[in-house]
């Protein structure tokens, strides 16, 4: 192979930005359960049934490249930029927002998706895993079975998620505004109203409404 200093520098923030999820994941409450009653946790697990079956089959070809240019996209973007933002309020769940089965969907999903991605990197970042996966759940990754994916179906794109967070994000950012500002009115088209709640919570939403396309009010 050849050296690349900025590839390498590439790869260290990916591995920095994967401690800092797995620092947030595990200040978390353990989950209690693993029932999934929030379609925002159903569509990520949903992604990461993808990954898994698109890994284990590029693997048992010797292509671990592929997989890892995969899992570096899921952790930054997928999980990282949006699935986070969007659930971070319902895992804590302050002043009982959301009811304990939709906190507890979150905690499983955030969990099930970190264990899964370290699991995954563990062929190609053995040490490394190695040491989150211990600290966090007590165990020698290496000693774990390959995942499995779940049987879970999404009922939201990951597309229609990207452009909805992306959209209010620049809507703010364009007036100047700080990304946790209030939204005074947000009109949805009625495909959201599945994760309406979280989306409420992640922006800051007053007051909610559906029509044919996106519209804010700040």
Known sequence: FRCSFERIEGAGKTLTKLWNVARFVSMMP????????????KWV?????NLIKYSEKSYSKYDFH??????RHFLWETFASHYLELVKSRA????????????????????????????LLAPIVPVFTQKIYKDIYGRNIHDEKF????????????QDIEELNSFIWKAKKDKGLS?????????????????????????????LRYGGAIEITL
């Open 179 to 207: 990304l946790k500002a209030e939204i005074k009115e947000l009109v949805l088209p009625k495909k959201y109203s599945i994760i309406s709640g979280d989306v409420a919570a992640c922006h800051n939403v007053t007051k």
């Open 45 to 49: 697990i949903s992604e990461m049934n």
């Open 30 to 41: 353990p989950a209690k359960g693993k029932k999934i009653t929030v379609e925002t946790d």
């Open 92 to 119: 804590y769940n302050q002043g009982d927002r959301f009811s304990k089965e939709d906190q507890e969907s979150a905690l499983h999903a955030l969990n099930y998706c970190l264990e899964s991605m370290l699991k």
């Open 147 to 158: 995942p499995a994916p779940r049987l879970t179906k999404a009922r939201i794109s990951t």
């Open 66 to 71: 592929n997989p890892a240019i995969r899992l």
